[in-house]
């Protein structure tokens, strides 16, 4: 199967992102599949942001990125605004989409709500953009969040418009992907309250030192009805056993368990073994990334090469979209 998702290069990547999309990619990869992971850089843009670090932000991300794993030899990787052909699909696209339907967005009304006066037109028309990343490659399946199943849907009206109006009943261009939805739970932040999110500032950094990683877990919210450490704990609403369920090895979870509902151990017991399992996953990519982050012309490379493959493809779809829609 061909595979394509994106991420935007919007600061430090967490525990959310690992394993909300992250892992599932590698395990993509490495399974064999066909897989295009892009840095979208152009929908970073929807929001305020310093121009003179961009650069800076799109190698961390690349770094941590191949640190966890993509390995730029096996997957098509690239930035977004190297392949010219995202924005010249978007704009095709923006002549068949319906306003209406934009504006039903789920994340375009919750944003525009929060932040009225920030409103910009780019993050009315972002999901048109995000249709053309997509239909591009022609993918069989995106792996996508819960957030954003609304934005593929849209993607599959697109599509399922241009094949009708413009391609033969027998021939469409485009495929209507399939949606592929992680099988992780929903990964909570730091105050156990909202999902983990660098917007919250309750996020645990993939890379982070060790010093920082501990000193977050020391702090980090556990089940809300255990006051003192005698008291009997519930690990079924204690975020950071919900954690103790991606690290630790089944036999350390029913330990853990068994210890917290009998008051045998205390939080700062629990976190103690979550950060040796945590710190076994994240020592590897930390090392890793500080590797690559020293060699920032090897990133630069990588992702000019997983440019070049994607423009390969990207321009051959644009080439039979112009003919399509009447272009010399």
């Known amino acids: 199967m061909r595979i394509l998702s994106g991420i935007q290069p919007s600061g430090q990547l967490h525990l959310g992102n690992y394993f909300g999309a992250i892992y599932n990619w590698v395990r993509l990869q490495n399974k064999g599949e066909e897989c295009f992971f892009f840095l979208a850089d152009l929908h970073a ?81 972002y999901p048109i953009l995000q249709a053309a990343d997509v239909l591009l490659y022609r993918p069989d399946m995106v792996p996508v969040g819960i957030d954003q199943a609304q934005h593929l849907e849209l993607t599959r009206t697109l599509a399922h418009k241009f094949n009708n109006r413009f391609c033969p009943a027998d021939a469409p261009l485009f495929k209507e992907p399939k949606t592929l939805h992680s099988t992780t739970i929903k990964v909570l932040g730091l105050d156990g309250q909202r999902k983990m999110s660098k917007s919250f500032n309750n996020y645990i950094g993939l890379t982070e030192p060790e010093d920082v990683l501990w000193e977050k877990l020391r702090h980090a919210a556990t089940d809300p009805a255990r006051v003192k450490r005698t008291d009997p704990g519930n690990p079924d609403i204690c975020n950071v056993f919900s954690w103790h369920k991606l690290f630790s090895p089944i036999e350390v979870q029913e330990d853990r368990a068994a210890g917290c509902r009998s008051a045998a151990i205390g939080c700062i017991d629990c976190k103690k073994t979550l950060f040796t399992h945590m710190n076994a996953l994240l020592a590897p990519i930390r090392e890793k990334y500080h590797v690559l982050m020293q060699r920032p012309d090897d990133i630069r490379d990588a992702l000019e090469a997983g440019a070049k493959r994607a423009r390969g493809v990207a321009d051959a779809t644009m080439e039979t979209v112009y003919k399509l829609v009447g272009g010399l």
Request: net charge negative; hydrophobic share 45%.
């Open 45 to 125: 843009q929807t929001v305020p942001y310093e121009a003179a670090t961009r650069p800076g932000i799109i190698l961390e991300l690349a770094a941590t990125l191949m640190a966890c794993g993509i390995d730029p030899h096996k997957s098509v990787l690239f930035v977004q605004s190297q392949v010219p052909a995202h924005t010249q699909l978007s704009w095709i696209l923006s002549c068949l989409a319906p306003f209406g339907e934009l504006e039903r967005m789920v994340q375009f009304k919750e944003k525009s709500e929060a932040a009225p006066h920030a409103v910009n037109v780019g993050l009315f028309t």
